[in-house]
């Protein structure tokens, strides 16, 4: 005779509700400026357990009633949740939270995944601080502002503890999509960084330019929208992609636009001038430019300018991915 499943002990298809209720975690942010209140929200919206913490408790109010649990300390939030999330302005202030009043006894078997901004050195020795309690550490760059974070371009670079990361990764996902980049917790800052200098080298080209245009009483917005903003997605997906290349190999071979063609005429820093356009964000590459095909690389790409900024050799540091 065939053992039936009495009603009690078949197994139960899983409801959406028991669904949701195992994906749920329990995460502590510290820190509700606008980007930990930012980070929390997206946390709670996605079903997780909140615990929230702020040195000023009244920005906590609206998250509170968004179903998050307020604690008077951070101790208690710490004591909450297996993973604890610092989003504060400066990186000298996280040792004292963390330590300060038992914070640092209940940290022992958690995992403290910190997205403030900082340097790779800060990152590493808090690593070490965090460590000798007891947790796991993540170092978090955030790559995102406020308004964006749960949405599909928001990103968080992340390193530091692999296994942290993989077990909390599904949590991390709900504000961001997750890089992880390695063990070395100072990678996520230094990529961080590299990515904003990026960033303001794109606003400083744009700056320029949006002078040039209102120079000779154009309409910036008009400029961008249809000109400035399909040139720079054009020149990012052909030029940057070979550029990398070179400068992982060291080797800047002639291309279709070598250096000293570039810098045969001065042509935007005299137009500029003419304009009165101030060239001072443009003189610092230009000076660069010539400088390396002064120094013999004019049948170069522009890539070879690298070397003036760093030259190869051995590294100090482990490198950025
Ligand atoms: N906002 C962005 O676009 C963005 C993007 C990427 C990364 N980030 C990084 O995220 C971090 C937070 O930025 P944010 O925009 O949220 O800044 P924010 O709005 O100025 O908030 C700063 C937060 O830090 C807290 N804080 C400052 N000093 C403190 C201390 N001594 N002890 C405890 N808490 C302290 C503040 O508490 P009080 O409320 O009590 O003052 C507040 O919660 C920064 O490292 C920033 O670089 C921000």
Redesign the pocket.
Known sequence: MTEQNTAADAPQEPTRESTRESARKSVTVL???????ALATSLLAAGHRVTVW???PH?AAALAQKGARQAQSPTEAIRDSPLVLV????YA?IG??LTDDGAGEALRGRAVVN????SPDEARALAEQVTALGADYLDG??????EIIGKPQAFVLYSGAKDAFEAHRGLLDAFARSVYLGSDPGLAPLNDLALLSGMYGMFGGFLHAAGLVRSAGGNVAEFTRELLVPWLRAMADSQLPAMAEQADAGNYGATGSNLAMQVSHDAIGAVSRAQGVSTELFAPLWELMKRRVADGHGEESIGGVLELVHPRGPRSRPAPV
């Open positions: 820190g509700l400026g606008a980007m930990g209140t702020n040195r000023t920005k989003c504060i302005l400066d202030d004292p939270l997205v403030t901004n900082g760059g955030v790559m995102a502002v406020p």
